[in-house]
């Protein structure tokens, strides 16, 4: 993401970029370029940790960064000074090999040792010093082998205390925000699944040969809710101050699981989709958002949200986050 530039005498001075929308604020996450280091054009520098994925800051100039106005861990807004690079200038690299001309006199040393050599000779009855090992007895080396105590019951108790990542922490705000403002209602119903399995199990072989994707349950989920939502257009709608917001699109937001927690990326005009073509979007996005590459543009919006919890976890997922502008979320 390149970043606004504020010219100086010197050096531009690179700003905090604008994130999205509704984001304003990060925290600065690393440093990929450090001081004096040099910097093509495109190249990131830094790496910004948001409430939903993490934004790299690139350079919008080539050059060499002559100062980082923001430390590690520190919490950045949109504008804020980020760092000042000169522009078109190239890292310094220099090279003092003063160390080769130490071991010049290396030679001089030898024609001065065969003098002092002779001098040593009378040094023979030095070996006097018979008596020496009878002052290194045996038991020297029994006090060595108990230098190493054994302690018993002394069994440690640690704690770790890591801070949480803003993906989770705005998570928890969420669920909780939800839980107060949300006027909620939990249904189950149960519905014979016979048919939809034994579609799969007919084409799921070649739809993986001719498409090159597995043919799973969601997509029949979101073709499902997509109907739905088409039939019944008060569920595919939205409170905007006084106002419903009726959406003649259908965007469904499907729920994927990252190292750093839940994301939502969503599924655009699913009303055009045929189930095989929802399965390659949600695969696409599953890997983007596993590998870290998922951005803010790909989980923006959404009307309704998917949650595949599995057969085992469904029971208790009793509570579900309903993210504004949805007002409905399906948990199979």
Known sequence: MLCAIVADA???????????????EGTLKSWAKLVGEQVEQDEEVASIETDKVDIPVNSPVGGVIRELLAKEEDTVVVGQDLFKIEEGATAE????????????????????TPKKSE??????????????????????????ASASPVLFGTAERSERRVKMNRMRLRISERLKQSQNT????????????????????????????????????????????????????EVNASIDGDHLVYYDYCDVSVAVATPKGLVTPVLRNTER????????????????ARD???????MAGGTFTISNGGAVTFLVKLKEVIEDPRRLLLSV
């Open 292 to 298: 870290n590459k998922i951005t803010v543009e790909d």
């Open 10 to 24: 010197k050096y531009r001075t690179i700003k905090v970029p604008h994130m999205a929308d509704s984001i304003t």
């Open 93 to 112: 690299g220099g090279a003092a090999p003063s160390a080769p001309k130490a071991a010049e006199p290396t030679p001089n040393e030898p024609v001065a």
């Open 273 to 288: 989709m045929s189930i095989v073509d929802v399965e390659q979007e949600i695969a696409n996005l599953g890997k983007k």
């Open 182 to 233: 949300a006027a909620s209602l939990t249904t189950f119903n149960e519905i014979d699944m016979s048919n939809l399995i034994d579609l799969r199990k007919t084409y799921k072989d070649d739809v993986l040969k001719t498409h090159g994707v597995k043919l799973g349950y969601m997509g029949a989920f979101v073709k499902a809710s997509t109907h739905a939502l088409q039939a019944v257009p």
């Open 119 to 144: 001098p040593a000779a009378p040094a023979a009855p030095a070996a006097q010093p018979v008596a020496a090992p009878k002052e290194a007895p045996v038991k020297e080396s029994k006090p060595a």
